[in-house]
């Protein structure tokens, strides 16, 4: 069946580091991949989405790219800031299958000032 | 706009006592959804809706009842609660078309505690 690998952390970064948070999937369709954020205390919130191979989401500094050839949507983000201390996770929707989501298990990131 | 909203956000309950969380949408979604979250266990789903008049079973539904009343309102109930669904529980909504396509939309959680 459909699953989603993500790093496990938990990471520890300066602000201003680089961050990476790998992503990895087995799908039976064609699916769509997405990263979602969990501040402390909330649900979660959509932070960016690829929907097609080669696609790049980005939103708030943060990027993916959705590379079929590797199963792979790594969140990545240049320059880190401490108020993105949260939950991150990876989640894809096959649209050949349920199209329920599937998530990864969450990758928490805190940033130090 | 709301969103999703869920009541309530807190809750303590005895062992065997039960109780039913209520979780709303005003996106007119036909998809709801309900997850338990753990530490070091991600989202695990319990029970979804594809439509109104539909439920089905997810991934850890035992110990649980849902009830997609109307499009929408999804609400769960615990019979008997134990200590082992002590838990955060988040209802979720998704997208069907256009831009917002297979998002789901998280409510802000019910944090509930078994003693």
């Known amino acids: 069946g459909d699953s989603v690998t993500q790093m496990e952390g938990p990471v520890t970064l300066s602000e201003e580091a680089f961050l990476t948070i790998n992503c990895t999937y087995t799908?039976?369709?064609?699916?769509?991949l997405f990263w979602y954020v969990q501040y402390p205390g909330e649900g979660l919130q959509l932070l960016l989405k690829a929907t097609k191979a080669d696609d790049k989401g980005s939103n708030k500094g943060f990027e993916a790219t959705y590379r079929k050839e590797t199963t792979s949507f790594h969140l990545e983000k240049g320059s880190v800031q401490v108020s993105d201390s949260a939950v991150y996770f990876c989640?894809?929707?096959?649209?050949?299958?349920?199209?329920?989501?599937?998530f990864g298990k969450g990758t928490k990131l805190t940033v130090n000032p | 706009n709301a969103g999703v909203t869920q009541t309530p956000k807190f809750q303590v309950l005895k062992t065997g006592q039960s109780m039913t969380l209520q979780c709303a949408q005003d996106?007119?979604?036909?998809?709801m959804y309900w997850y338990r979250q753990d530490p070091g266990m991600g989202l695990r789903l319990i029970y979804y809706?594809?439509?109104?008049?539909?439920?089905d079973k997810g991934e850890v539904p035992n110990g649980y009842n849902v009830s997609r009343l109307n499009k929408r309102e999804f609400s769960l109930r615990l019979e008997s609660a134990a200590p082992s669904q002590t838990s955060v529980y988040f209802c979720?909504?998704?997208?069907?078309?256009?831009?917002?396509?297979?998002?789901?939309?998280f409510g802000p959680g019910t944090r509930l505690t078994v003693l």
């Open positions: 979720a909504s998704q997208g069907e078309q256009g831009a917002n396509y297979n998002e789901q939309f």
């Open positions: 809706s594809a439509s109104e008049g539909t439920t």
């Open positions: 989640a894809l929707s096959d649209r050949g299958g349920s199209e329920k989501l599937v």
């Open positions: 799908a039976t369709g064609y699916p769509s």
């Open positions: 996106m007119n979604h036909n998809s």
